[in-house]
Nanobody
Framework: QVRLVESGGGLVQPGGSLRLSCAAS????????MGWYRQSSGKQRELVAT???????NYADSVKGRFTISRDNAKNTVYLQMNSLKPEDTAVYYC?????????????WGQGTQVTVSS
């Protein structure tokens, strides 16, 4: 059983920065996808940034050059550094991990952390 706990959200002015953290418990040493999604009011959940097995990363076009995903394997923690934040980045940010490519494995989600970008 995997448990994900996000932290670091809050209110920030446009142009500001935040760093989100996702601490994972349980057996996640081997995973195929781990990273961040977000959902803003009235919209579907969308990918923000993820690590893919093999070491590659995947970013949404809207955050490229502004957001950086990183991780500390020793701490089972993944981070999202968000710079040059815009009002349209306002959303609930969710941590996600998927352990296998088995189609029956839908992955695990954290409870989410609110990010609000407003002056």
């Amino acid at each position: 059983q995997v448990r994900l706990v996000e932290s670091g959200g809050g209110l920030v002015q446009p142009g500001g920065s935040l760093r989100l953290s996702c601490a994972a418990s349980g057996s996640i040493f081997s995973n195929v996808v781990m990273g961040w999604y977000r959902q803003s009011s009235g919209k579907q959940r969308e990918l923000v940034a993820t690590f893919i097995s093999g070491g590659s990363t995947n970013y949404a076009d809207s955050v490229k050059g502004r957001f950086t995903i990183s991780r500390d394997n020793a701490k089972n923690t993944v981070y999202l550094q968000m710079n040059s934040l815009k009002p349209e980045d306002t959303a609930v940010y969710y941590c996600y991990v998927r352990l296998t490519w088995d189609p029956r494995d839908f992955g695990s989600w954290g409870q989410g952390t609110q990010v609000t970008v407003s002056s």
